[in-house]
T-cell receptor, first 115, second 115 residues
């Protein structure tokens, strides 16, 4: 089955600096890679996603890059702000037997923005 | 549109009991996936339902089951509860499937504590 590795597990950056979170996946059939942000006590919220037919996608301060050959994708947050502090999860779509599918998640990165 | 809703939000049960959790997807969404979130294991896929059919299941014991109704609402059931079942149970809905690169939207979760 699919396996998603996410690094680092904790990332502390100064406010205004950039943050980069990296994920690798194992199943070359995966074709959808969302990133979720989860604040303490709240549900995961989709912040950006990328599909296998593009290499990069940007939305204001957030960007995601995908390298299908190397099977890795990364989240980039620029000009970090205190409200960016949260746990970030990467995920990759998986195709299970019987035509079903789901998402395999990385273990999460706790991003801490230092004032 | 209203978001994904889950009931109840909190539950306390004792070992050996059973529990039923409910999820109402976003209107028009036909796919409902269930995930278990724990500090140690992160977010793990339980199963996915589409048009009242369980298409497949993650690596969980048979004590975990579910169903989906004709209005796409879904329930999951855990029988013979164990202490290790204490977790946040999240459901997510999408219009068709993740394999089709459809975004999944999460509900607020049900926090289950087994004593």
């Amino acid at each position: 089955g699919e396996n998603v590795e996410q690094h680092p597990s904790t990332l502390s950056v100064q406010e205004g600096d950039s943050a980069v979170i990296k994920c690798t996946y194992s199943d070359s059939a995966s074709n959808y890679f969302p990133w979720y942000k989860q604040e303490l006590g709240k549900r995961p919220q989709l912040i950006i996603d990328i599909r296998s037919n593009v290499g990069e996608k940007k939305d204001q301060r957030i960007a995601v890059t995908l390298n299908k050959t190397a099977k890795h994708f990364s989240l980039h947050i620029t000009e970090t702000q205190p409200e960016d502090s949260a746990v970030y999860f990467c995920a990759a779509s998986i195709v299970l037997g019987g035509g079903a599918d789901g998402l395999t998640f990385g273990k999460g990165t706790h991003l801490i923005i230092q004032p | 549109k209203a978001g994904v809703t889950q009931t109840p939000r909190y539950l306390i049960k004792t070992r050996g009991q059973q529990v039923t959790l409910s999820c109402s997807p976003i209107s028009g969404h036909r796919s409902v996936s269930w995930y278990q979130q724990t500090p140690g294991q992160g977010l793990q896929f339980l199963f996915e339902y589409f048009s009242e059919t369980q298409r497949n299941k993650g690596n969980f014991p048979g004590r975990f089951s579910g169903r989906q109704f004709s209005n796409s609402r879904s329930e999951m059931n855990v029988s013979t509860l164990e202490l290790g079942d204490s977790a946040l149970y999240l459901c997510a809905s999408s219009s068709t499937s993740v394999t089709n690169q459809e975004t999944q939207y999460f509900g607020p979760g049900t926090r289950l504590l087994v004593l």
